[in-house]
Nanobody
């Protein structure tokens, strides 16, 4: 599985941005997908993730109500819609995939070690 993240950029506080993560190889529709971010000088942290069925999603408390994860299985792409951006959202955003046939359709991975495939990251900078 190869992941290619895109869509990052420089925006102002309050703006919106949509990140995309295109997947190739493997069977996208069977993967759990997630987004993580790493701010300067900080550890990488969980942002949002889907269960492998796409029926369940979870978000970090810091982004709930502002960010939305979605997927398009016809395009093998997962998205992260980010609204009401804040300077503290500035980070490199990574998409990740997990392919475990034993996962239930509703299990949502949230920890880095649960994901076996990672994209290269896309930088989001939010100015105040």
């Amino acid at each position: 599985v190869q992941l290619q993240a895109s869509g990052g950029g420089l925006v102002q506080a309050g703006d919106s941005l949509r990140l995309s993560c295109a997947s190739s190889g493997g069977t996208f529709s069977r993967n759990s997908m997630g987004w993580f971010r790493q701010a300067p000088g900080k550890e990488r942290e969980f942002v949002a993730a889907f269960s492998r069925s796409g029926r369940s999603a979870d978000y970090a408390d810091s982004v709930k109500g502002r960010f939305a994860i979605s997927r398009d299985n016809t395009k093998n792409t997962v998205y992260l819609q980010m609204n009401s951006l804040k300077p503290e959202d500035t980070a490199v955003y990574y998409c990740a995939a997990r392919n475990r046939a034993t996962d239930s359709n509703f299990y949502i991975p949230r920890r880095e070690f649960e994901f076996g495939y990672w994209g290269q990251g896309t930088l989001v900078t939010v100015s105040s």
